[in-house]
């Protein structure tokens, strides 16, 4: 039960192939020929048969095999009929290669495989390959060479391509996924396979569009924690959008969001077919993420300058030698050398002067990465300069990247740079964005790494005022609120808004204009008007009674003449704003198919649209999160002290976005929202303007399923007493629980890791603890027991050390109805009573979840656990694929 439920797909152990008669070459069908031959061109590690279901006997016959996996390339009229054999025999996977098959005979098809329980990929794809194993299942030529990259493609033309070019530039993979726009086996269930499949170190992605974007997000998310994540998607402009909407059948989105969804599963996005080679040669050669600073060292002043220009164009940052570091590296280069900002060795650098330069900057602090570049040039070497680097590179803990110019003369020490894995490009441009890739993956990172709970640590919202003000405007069949409500809905979130009151008519205004203290606002108030500026129905500064009687009456005709379908409900006063250095900022909220609600900010104003100046981000938010979203805006650059203005509030900013986040998360009703202008100042912030577009919320939204990304379960955090003494806590893991787990597993004796992992492991490797830490609290939870000790000091203060003391999680069986269970409890706390309420509780996390039965194995000669599962009433059964094991399961 501990294998990945598609491992019969993409790892079997027996293969059945459906290809018809193929002794008769002329009757033969030409993808069932070109299958076989991809097949047999190589020796499959497991058993591989062809049957033709005229000639190969009876169904109940057939029926008697049994395979895991069973390809299907056949005539259209064919197919479903070996699927339905294919069902019979038992196999759990089935992989169609027939292509130009329609909607409703897809559907057929997906109708039988899940009435067999058959994991069903395709049709309308080229289908697999897994070079490891020897497996060539695809109709996309040859098998690839082995190597650590996977490839997943929702394009069979791209698929060819990147194959054919990775065959010329000494490009393994690990797993080749060719995906149909009809297949079951989507996008998401493949992350899935490779975020835990140990031939694979990393995966490059293309992709149209996508199904389901709560769990693309959760099996992307699981991906990008354990391996990188490079993705290539079609579709960045409204062209490029319907025509991938037309290709795939998948939803597409704003590209926007998708970008916004990316950075925050981890992954990285590049935007060509020719960034997409760039950044599988770096993963091919296994860096890991560092930060944005990038040395350049060169024999030339001109390729160097390009590299330097190219590195600020991408937002990277110049990696620069520390005058230390620079003074020890001066005698070993040539006098002329230039170390200030490039490390430029001069025209007659040989390959000790690159040795000694990059050897240097990969020691310096504040250099990330390293890019050498080499000019042929009279009386130099350029293989022996490449051979340097060759014998260089495994000593570097630092990216190392290469740039030869030029062609003929520098094509061999290309291929020695390629031999030694140094990624190597033809210009500084490509080299700079290869590096850019990398550092993204970094930035990106810590982004993934985030999981806010919905509510923040501010002051405690008026959720129910705030639904109540809701559901009254709904039950008036509108939904966009008037900015009275609008800001009223912010107010029950503590976002400060600046006072505002309706007036109907002109003496109504004076009254109030009078009452609030002048200078006052006018704006009119119309449900059918989002930008009144552009139908004179704002005015600001008035400074006393004459200005606002005229101002109303002038605003009523002017609106009523531009507008005159729009229902006016009167005129909003307010008194301005008191800041005189103010900036204007804009925060709202857009509603995306499929990513769901996104949170936007920018700079705000009547120039908005022109401006055009929008970072986005999903929800929910913390306060690094909200920083994050701040710094990628271009409004950002103003916020600091600028011509005599003081720096703005950064501090205030970032609580309206958390409480943004919060309305989010709370209120699923929301569709649209604008917050325009919000003035901020050193002071703090106010929101001027709102307008909010409401509309009915299914009841499960209630569970955040309106959220691509599930927010951290705070609700289950639970302080219990400990047996003989004391108290711990059990809550949901978090990934900075990882050291803790770790010590946890270190902690146990040999027989205890042992029955929990039935492996002689000693600690978790870096990628199962990456996997156990984080976690999408979606189809998967897991539960810490923390118990805190006390310990007073010299000083009177008092130290407290945390110490996970046990663990329980499941996760969601491919049913969706079922989990499969696990539990680990450090050994001296055992028998206190901690396993029996860590099995309490996730079990009912998973009835709150909906699920009906929750299953596990126990080794047999583990009798503490049995007589655990026993007394909480576990049915206890022998498990028929070991006999060493018990399945126990409990209905929920």
Request: hydrophobic share 45%; charged share 20%.
């Amino acid at each position: 039960m501990d294998k990945h439920y598609l491992t019969p797909l993409f790892s079997p152990q027996s293969v059945l192939v459906f290809a018809g008669n193929l002794a008769e070459a002329e009757n033969a069908f030409a993808q069932a020929r070109a299958l076989h031959d991809n097949l047999t061109a190589q020796r499959f590690s497991g058993e591989l048969h062809f049957v033709d279901i005229h000639t190969s006997g009876t169904l109940a016959d057939l029926a008697l095999a049994r395979a895991d996996l069973a390809i299907i390339a056949l005539p259209h009229d064919e197919v479903s009929a070996a699927l339905e054999v294919a069902g019979r025999m038992k196999c759990k996977a089935a992989l169609v290669l027939s292509t130009g098959m329609g909607a409703d005979l897809s559907a057929e098809l997906k109708r039988i495989a899940r009435r067999a329980g058959m994991h069903l990929l395709g049709p309308n794809c080229l289908g697999l390959q897994r070079p490891m194993t020897g497996l060539n299942a695809s109709l996309a030529g040859p098998l690839a060479a082995k190597g650590p990259l996977a490839l997943v493609s929702q394009s069979g033309a791209l698929t060819a391509s990147i194959l054919d070019w990775a065959r010329s530039n000494s490009v393994g993979f690990s797993a080749v996924v060719s995906l149909g726009p009809n297949t079951v086996v989507d996008l998401a269930d493949v992350l899935d396979f490779l975020a835990a499949d140990a031939q694979t170190q990393s995966i490059v992605v293309y992709m149209e569009g996508i199904g389901n974007a709560r769990r693309f997000m959760s099996a992307l998310r699981a991906a990008a924690n354990a391996k990188p994540v490079v993705v290539l998607k079609a579709g960045r402009k409204p062209a490029g959008n319907a025509a991938a909407l037309t290709h795939s059948g998948a939803k597409v989105g704003s590209d926007d969001v998708f970008a916004a969804a990316l950075r925050r599963a981890g992954a990285v996005r590049v935007r060509s077919f020719v960034e997409l080679f760039s950044a599988a040669k770096c993963l091919a050669s296994r860096y890991r993420p560092v930060g944005k600073r990038l040395a350049i060292v060169t024999n030339g002043g001109g390729p160097g300058v390009l590299a330097a220009d190219w590195i600020s164009e991408l937002g990277l940052t110049l990696g620069k030698l520390s005058p230390a570091v620079a003074e020890e590296l001066r005698p070993h280069i040539s006098p002329l050398a230039s170390l200030v900002d490039l490390i430029d060795l001069g025209e007659d650098a040989h390959p000790d002067c690159y040795t000694r330069a990059l050897e240097a900057a990969a020691k310096d602090s504040g250099v990330d990465g390293l890019l050498a570049i080499h000019s042929p040039k009279h009386g130099t070497d350029t293989m022996a300069v490449a051979e340097a680097l060759a014998t260089l590179k495994p000593k570097l803990r630092k990216p190392l990247l290469a740039c030869w110019m030029g062609d003929t003369a520098v094509g061999s020490a290309r291929q020695v740079l390629s031999q030694a894995n140094i990624p190597n490009f033809r210009t500084p441009e490509a080299a700079v964005g290869a590096f850019s890739n990398i550092a993204t993956f970094y930035q990106n990172q810590l982004l993934l790494q985030q999981t806010p709970p919905p509510l923040s640590h501010l002051a405690q919202p008026d959720v129910e005022g705030a639904r109540l003000l809701i559901e009254s405007v709904l039950a008036e069949r509108r939904k966009v609120l008037t900015e009275m409500e609008s800001k009223a809905l912010l107010a029950a979130f503590h976002i400060p808004v600046t006072q505002t009151i309706l007036a109907r008519n002109a003496n109504e205004a004076m009254m109030i204009a009078t009452q609030l203290g002048y200078p006052v606002a006018l704006k009119i108030d119309s449900p059918d008007i989002s930008h009144k500026s552009d139908v004179d129905g704002v005015a600001l500064n008035l400074a006393n009674a004459t200005a606002v009687r005229d101002t109303f009456n002038d605003m009523m005709q002017s609106v009523a003449r531009l507008r005159p379908d729009a229902h006016i409900n009167g005129v909003t006063i307010q008194k301005m704003a008191p800041t005189r250095r103010g900036r204007e900022i804009y925060v709202g909220l857009v509603t995306d198919d499929p990513f769901g609600p996104v949170i936007a900010f920018g700079a705000g104003g009547t120039m908005i649209e022109l401006i055009n100046d929008r970072a986005m981000a999903l929800p929910p938010l913390n306060q690094f999160l909200a920083r994050s979203l701040i710094e990628r805006a271009r409004v950002a650059e103003t916020l600091g002290e600028w011509r005599g203005a003081s720096a703005a509030n950064i501090n205030a900013i970032e609580q309206i976005l958390l409480r943004v986040s919060e309305m989010v998360c709370e209120l699923p009703q929301l569709r649209e929202m604008d917050i325009n202008p919000i003035i901020v100042d050193e002071h703090g912030a106010v929101a001027v303007d709102a307008r909010i577009v409401i509309d009915q919320a299914p009841h499960s939204a209630r569970d955040y399923s309106h959220l691509a990304i599930l927010p951290y379960p705070a609700h289950h955090e639970q302080v219990w007493p400990l047996r003989g003494g004391g108290q711990y806590t059990i809550r949901p893991i978090r990934p900075d629980d990882a050291q803790m787990l770790q010590a946890l597993v270190k902690g146990m004796s040999p027989e205890s890791r042992y029955f929990r992992f039935v492996s002689s492991l000693t600690e978790l490797p870096p990628g199962m603890l990456s996997r156990f830490t984080l976690i999408d609290y979606d189809r998967e939870m897991a539960l810490v027991a923390v118990h805190q000790t006390r310990e007073p000091q010299d000083d009177g203060s008092v130290s407290i050390t945390e110490r996970i003391v046990g663990v329980s999680r499941y996760v969601t069986n491919v049913d969706g109805t079922t989990c499969e269970f696990a539990l680990a409890v450090a050994d001296d706390f055992g028998g206190k009573g901690l396993g029996s309420r860590l099995m309490l509780s996730i079990m009912e996390v998973a009835r709150e979840k909906g699920l009906v039965e929750i299953e596990g194995l126990v080794l047999v000669n583990n009798p503490g656990m049995l007589r655990l599962m026993k007394s909480l009433g576990y049915t206890i059964k022998p498990y028929a694929e070991d006999a060493d094991f018990r399945l126990v399961s409990h209905p929920l």
